[in-house]
């Protein structure tokens, strides 16, 4: 769409988001993630892997994603992203070695991604 000065196209603009946003929340899978390390280390983590099985982004059959910023973000930060965009950017970072073992004993494994790298 062209950048047009006007109420009614600004409207126009904003319905077309909100139907979209709609069709995200009303008839897609969605994986709910709420990261309360964000905050602090300024990378989201998805699990891929726990006591040795795939778990986390590598069962998932969602086609969205919406992770949650919590801790010091306190739950006012949500992104909604295409789980196959996460997978792609996942796979970037996986093959860097940005991953780290975490959870209860460190049984499971988690890619990190820099926030950044999920708005680019």
């Known amino acids: 769409m062209d950048y047009c000065n006007d109420f009614r196209y600004d409207l ?36 891929y892997e726990s006591r040795g099985k795939p778990s986390g982004i590598a069962k998932s059959e969602a086609e969205y994603w919406a992770i ?17 965009r996460l997978k792609k950017i996942c796979r970037e970072y996986y093959k860097k070695g940005s991953v780290k073992s975490m959870g209860d004993n460190n049984t499971s494994k988690a890619i990190l991604i820099p926030i950044k790298e999920i708005l680019q």
Do not use: C, H, M, P
């Open 12 to 47: 126009k603009v904003g319905q077309i988001g909100e139907e979209l946003l709609n069709s995200i929340l009303t008839n897609k899978k969605i994986e709910v993630k709420r990261d309360s390390w964000i905050y602090k280390s300024g990378n989201i983590a998805i699990e």
């Open 68 to 84: 949650i910023f919590s801790g010091g973000y306190e739950d006012e930060i949500i992104i909604i992203i295409k789980e196959n």
